[in-house]
């Protein structure tokens, strides 16, 4: 009788244990059991490839820049008008998202903003 009493006084905590740890492990057995065998991306690289124009930028010292010394990086080239408006700022902004976002591939990514005068 002794038995009986425990469980059906620790039921709902049996209960409530299984509902939380069950997820857990059905995640781990799916995730370690049937491992993902693809990757998806969010994205399309550009087909062909386009050459960048040869642009006359200036680094913020003032000093001429050549975008071929970014060659092997990957390039994030926002080009605007040189009155910074909302729109420009919040482009910026989210460049900078963007190339956090990338977690340990952040350091692959240079951010170039080119801004002219017309």
């Excluded at 799916?30 to 124009?53: C, D, H, M, S, W």
């Amino acid at each position: 009788m002794k038995r009986r009493e425990h469980w059906r006084r620790l039921r709902p905590l049996y209960f409530l244990a299984a509902v939380c740890f069950v997820p857990v492990f059905a995640a781990y057995l799916t995730y370690y059991a049937f491992q993902p065998t693809g990757r998806t991306n969010y994205g399309e690289l550009i087909e062909p490839q386009r050459v960048t124009p040869s642009l006359a930028l200036r680094g913020l010292d003032g000093a001429a820049f050549d975008l071929n010394a970014l060659h092997g990086s990957w390039v994030m080239l926002a080009v605007d008008r040189a009155e910074c408006t909302d729109a420009c700022r919040t482009k910026l902004w989210n460049m900078r998202q963007v190339r956090t976002a990338t977690g340990r591939e952040r350091e692959r990514i240079e951010r170039v903003a080119a801004f002219y005068d017309y």
